[in-house]
């Protein structure tokens, strides 16, 4: 991360939309933006799958459910926030991660530039990958700001993205989670 370069180029765009970036109201603006993309992206460059840290021995193969992580990214279409909630299913093969860990393969891989349907997909590979598992289902739902306060101007709009791997891919077993996380299939 460079700030030095964010801090030139948000000068740069508020002079390209007609501002004055020497206006004094505007002064900490670039120092502000260079900070909350430090944040946003701080995840590119690091391994989801390593963020799975240690993993312990299975002692059940039945599903690994966390409903309800909380998720910030930033649209790569237009850098604008989508935020809402993944959801984290898994059938366990040898292989657990700490629960916590599944939280942070979701936070490394929201922060950065990304699309809500490849976010969803490499969420799920991360976790096949790192944990071999039977089968992974990842299902997010976001509000999308590039969608609420332009173009189609739709504030209440829920875009929800589905990923399946292994077992999961068929219908019965996924339709078991999907109830459980009583959401649609
Ligand atoms: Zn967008």
Excluded: W
């Amino acid at each position: 991360m460079q700030p030095d370069r964010i801090r030139n180029a948000v000068r740069e765009l508020l002079a390209a939309i007609g501002e004055d970036p020497d206006r004094p109201e505007l002064a900490q603006t670039p120092d502000k933006v260079a900070e909350a993309y430090a944040a946003f992206f701080r995840g590119i460059g690091q391994d989801p799958v390593a963020s799975l840290g240690e993993t312990f021995p299975a002692e059940s193969d039945e599903a690994v459910i966390l409903k309800d992580i909380e998720l910030v990214s930033i649209c790569e279409h237009h850098l604008l926030p989508f935020t809402g909630h993944a959801h984290i299913a898994y059938l366990p093969s040898d292989r657990v991660a700490g629960l916590g860990r599944l939280a942070n393969v979701v936070e490394i891989l929201a922060a950065r530039p990304q699309l809500q349907e490849n976010l969803t997909a490499q969420i799920a590979d991360a976790i096949e990958q790192g944990l071999d598992a039977n089968g992974v289902l990842v299902v997010i739902e976001a509000r999308h700001q590039c969608v609420a306060s332009r173009g189609a101007r739709q504030p209440e709009v829920n875009t929800i993205t589905v990923a399946s791997r292994g077992r999961y891919q068929d219908v019965t077993y996924r339709q078991e989670v999907m109830s459980l996380l009583s959401l649609r299939n």
